[in-house]
């Protein structure tokens, strides 16, 4: 396992679809985490799974954002009905959980959506 | 609100001098302070972190201050290298959670 993997990297919709993201994190870590990332800003938190369950939710995340982890391993992020500013890169980090050295997040790559 | 605070969109520093990143925060709560790195097309990998108790830590070319009184925390990396060019945020961790800076955009002349 060479880190956490985000598909696809890179993603075109017209605005009103739906798309989803895909995480696959660390495999040995329990908490999953997303962000967003829009130009020129750091990434901004929208939610956290501690293995299956969600534990906090941003504002940020309105009603047509929706986050899964159902078996506590891969997490998916589905938009409904995007928006042009829903148009960022989608960032998925892991870490072990309680008693890791705080705040190292493994990251991945990041999934870039841009609405039409 | 913002609760961490980037005022350098970008730095240029020469290679084999230090590099000075700053950073002001808000927020009282945070327990630890960390710096990230990200290079393009990359997700940000962690690089250091500091307690909330603590005013310095060092790792290699690496050490981050942090003045509490002030609510502001630095990065020194000396010497500066061409590998170093990137972009740098701060971050501050609490309530399981991490809050990133803007970013400052380090590039290393050589």
């Known amino acids: 396992d060479t880190g956490v993997s985000q598909d696809p990297r890179h993603k075109i919709t017209k605005r009103g679809q739906n798309v989803t993201f895909r995480c696959d994190p660390i495999s040995e870590h329990n908490r999953l985490y997303w962000y967003r990332q829009t130009l020129g800003q750091g990434p901004e938190f929208l939610t956290y799974f501690q293995n299956e369950a969600q534990l906090e939710k941003s504002r940020l995340l309105s009603d047509r954002f929706s986050a899964e982890r159902p078996k506590g391993s891969f997490s998916t992020l589905e938009i409904q009905r995007t928006e042009q500013g829903d148009s960022a890169m989608y960032l998925c980090?892991?870490?072990?959980?309680?008693?890791?050295?705080?705040?190292?997040?493994?990251f991945g790559e990041g999934s870039r959506l841009t609405v039409l | 609100d913002q609760q961490v605070k980037q005022n350098s969109p970008s730095l240029s520093v020469q290679e084999g001098r230090i590099s000075i990143l700053n950073c002001d925060y808000t927020?009282?709560?945070?327990?630890?302070f960390l710096w990230y790195k990200k290079y393009p097309a990359e997700g940000p990998t962690f690089l250091i972190s500091i307690s909330s108790i603590k005013d310095k830590n060092e790792d290699g070319r690496f050490t981050v201050f942090l003045n509490k009184s002030a609510k502001h925390l630095s990065l020194h990396i000396v010497p500066s290298q061409p590998g170093d060019s990137a972009v740098y945020f701060c971050v501050g961790q609490g309530a399981q959670k991490l809050v990133f800076g803007q970013g400052t955009r380090l590039t290393i002349n050589p």
């Open positions: 980090a892991s870490s072990l959980g309680p008693g890791e050295r705080s705040g190292e997040l493994f």
């Open positions: 927020n009282s709560m945070f327990d630890y």
